[in-house]
């Protein structure tokens, strides 16, 4: 099912290489114009997910995530573009209308909020008795996990590390070290295995933004191994999982203020916006590593942005003092 603008385009940061890359040249993936309302990675899994519910008969999609979640506002905007009905299970106990919670709202999502530790105990069950409530109404639900990361949704990413090699051989890319930021692990794991295929010499490395190294590696093989089962032309040998796990911060949602200025100094750079959520973080732990010397072998560097813009709002406070910072350390 086409729901994304695609292909994105791949861009070259000149000046974000000459302040950040160590000799190297940084690249970006611009997944967040994918379309949809700006709906960054998330759109590419869901494009398979909602085709799946198409094929299958179905009318509504369960979903979940913290109350800022990107991937429960993409599927809101999905669900109003293909007219069925959505419920977001969001993790949180007072939903604000602001960023992606606010969106949910415009797009007619049902927003339930629960607390976070009967969301972190209950949660299959929670979904599962919200799907045999929307069943006594008369719909067809489909629940759909966290991120949309499963065997289903990683085909979006192993679609678009095919779309990355045409980007990379348009622009005379021979070798590149992937990275992108990992949360709930799909796009890591559809661009594992996809640049496994399609271009196995071409690494790629995931910047946790939660959870641990071992943590990705059992998710990603996990989520890698369903896809295979679904379709095993997809099959190929043992394809290597690199997580970076260090640039974590206070934890999920959290960041610190070298993140916002790193954010901040990008934006005012190059004209591009991460969110201190996914993307800053894992852009400044990509360029602290390389400033450290890592990627040693490495010529080019890809940035896949994943997305997810309006999580800058609820951090409007720190990212203005994060401005307020960069401008006056210039002067």
Known sequence: MALAQLPTPLEFLPRASAAWG?????????DDLSGSTLT???V??????????????LDTLITCGGLQSNH??????????????????LRGRHPVSEGNTLLDQLFGAEVTAVDPRQYTEDLEGILQRCAEY????????????????????????????????????????DEATVVTATGSGGT????????????????????????????????????????????????CDNPQINTNDAHIGPGYGRATEPVYERIAALASLEGIVLDPVYTGKAFHGL??????????????????????????FPHGEQLAAAVNHNTSTLK
């Open 44 to 57: 590419r899994k869901l494009e398979f997910i909602a085709g799946f519910a198409q094929a299958q008969n």
């Open 134 to 173: 929307h069943r006594s109404q008369g719909r067809r639900p489909l629940i759909i996990p966290t991120g949309g990361s499963n065997g289903l949704g990683i085909w979006g990413y192993v679609a678009g590390a095919e779309e990355l090699v045409a980007n990379m051989d348009a622009a005379n890319i």
């Open 287 to 312: 360029c602290e590593e390389l400033a450290r010397g890592a990627f040693a072998s490495a010529k080019d560097i890809i940035f896949v942005h994943t997305g997810g813009i309006y999580g800058i």
């Open 188 to 235: 890591q794991a559809g661009l594992t295995l996809g640049m496994a295929l399609f271009k196995p010499e071409c690494p790629v490395w995931g910047f946790a933004v939660c959870d641990d190294a071992q943590y990705f590696t059992t998710k990603v093989n996990q989520d890698i191994a369903e896809a295979q089962e679904i379709w095993p032309a997809l099959a």
């Open 22 to 30: 160590c000799g190297k040249r940084l690249w970006i993936k611009r």
């Open 40 to 42: 960054g990675n998330k």
């Open 72 to 89: 429960a506002r993409a599927t809101a905007n999905v669900c109003a573009k293909l007219g069925w009905h959505c419920e977001l299970v």
